[in-house]
């Protein structure tokens, strides 16, 4: 089935996807997914376990192959062979589980493999200055040389959001990001997605906890059973 677009005002270059499947032998984990994201706004997909939030979100990112359906992004054709390929597409992902590297600073992490350098070597100032600045736009107030393994999971968390804009993602997919968050480090993350969201940047929200989705989400997308059930606009989040 197509993707309705019947309720959209005006095109946009966003995120479209359309009739999503995805099968593992004969067990159907997501069946006929449609869905948008516009520019400059977050997009919640609600569901339990098993749902299918993470595998419709990991074809997104360039993690896993769908076995039908197609994806427009930015007004063209959208097929990731990998989460490389995503990201120099504009397109990132913030897994529950962290993928950072404890043991090599903030800086190291946010520019690994693509150190800047200067005359044969690591550009120490460089790197660090520029990851300064990326930090102080989300607001973390912490040393570009500290080790990763010494930050609260909030920091880290912010450290992979980091990284994620020097790659010029337009598009983040947060994946259950308030786990392992408190109250007020969750409204930290929330206060850094709307700052983002005001700059243009689109957000993929996966959760099951309703209250907040509430709070942060501009649509929901309601997941069960590999399947899209319901559709709601902000002011009718239920």
């Known amino acids: 089935m197509a993707l309705d677009l019947s309720h959209t ?69 959208y097929s990731p062979a990998s989460p490389a390929a995503a990201i120099d597409a504009g397109v990132g992902m913030i897994h529950q589980e962290l993928k950072l590297l404890p043991d090599l600073s903030v800086a190291e992490n946010v520019y690994v493999g693509r150190l800047p350098t200067r005359g044969g070597r690591i550009d120490r100032a460089a790197m660090n200055a520029r990851a300064s600045a990326q930090l102080k736009r989300l607001g973390l107030d912490v040393s570009p040389d500290r080790k990763v393994r010494t930050l609260r999971i909030a920091a880290q968390q912010q450290v992979e959001i980091a990284k994620a804009l020097t790659l010029n993602a337009e598009l983040l997919i947060f994946d259950e990001p308030t786990a392992a968050l408190g109250s007020e480090e969750t409204e930290l993350l929330f206060q850094q997605i709307r700052k983002l969201k005001a700059e243009g940047m689109s957000f993929i929200y996966i959760s099951h906890r309703l209250d907040e989705i509430a709070e942060i989400a501009d649509r929901v997308v309601v997941m069960r059973d590999g399947r899209i059930v319901a559709r709601h606009e902000r002011a009718d989040i239920p």
């Open 9 to 77: 005002q005006t095109p946009h270059l966003g995120l479209f996807v359309s009739g999503l499947c995805k099968s593992y032998g004969p067990v159907q984990v997501l069946a006929d997914a449609s869905f948008e994201v516009r520019p400059g706004e977050v997009v919640a997909l609600l569901g339990e376990n098993g749902a299918g939030k993470s595998t419709v979100s990991n074809i997104i990112a360039g993690s896993t192959k769908p076995d039908a359906g197609s994806i427009t992004w930015r007004g063209k054709p």
